[in-house]
């Protein structure tokens, strides 16, 4: 195997354990019945979204040491806009989801009982929304990865 062989083995593998827990992250919290459950599916959240911290940044550095190996990839639409696509993808972290996601995490600390408070569903479906979009995004940068169109 050669060393781009390993670092397209590193990439795709990055893929999978990085954008997979990313896809169902929604999922885990939406189907909570009481605010005990919902801080657990949180907490589950925050573990897969190490996965997909760790699995982003692997995937950003082996696509680019595999540009820089390869330089023809710059030149290559589905590269390019892969790349675009996926910076805007990561950039919402720190400038959307943060934000939208701090209410959250202070609302279910400072709730008690086992009612989910109505302000909750208004802030997690701001929140869900962008995720969703986010995710979006991240098909996209697939389709391009897989089909290589242009």
């Not at 939406?30 to 979204?49: C, F, M």
């Not at 934000?99 to 869900?128: A, D, H, V």
């Not at 969703?132 to 242009?150: C, H, Q, T, Y």
């Amino acid at each position: 195997m050669t060393f781009y062989e390993l670092l397209v083995f590193i990439h795709v593998f990055s893929a999978i354990l990085g954008m997979g827990p990313g896809f169902v992250m929604i999922i885990v919290v939406s189907k909570a019945g009481s605010l005990t459950e919902l801080k657990h599916a949180y907490v589950i959240r925050n573990r897969l979204h190490i996965f997909v911290m760790i699995g982003g940044t692997l995937l950003l550095l082996t696509g680019l040491v595999m540009g820089y190996l390869n330089p023809v990839l710059f030149g290559q639409g589905w590269y390019v806009t892969s790349l675009i696509l996926f910076l805007i993808a990561l950039g919402f972290g720190p400038t959307v989801l943060s934000p939208n996601s701090k209410p959250i995490k202070r609302l279910l600390s400072e709730t008690k009982g086992e009612n989910i408070p109505t302000e909750y569903y208004i802030l997690s479906k701001k929140l869900f929304f962008y995720e969703r979009i986010e995710n979006g995004i991240f098909l996209i940068v697939i389709a391009l990865m897989i089909l290589k169109p242009f």
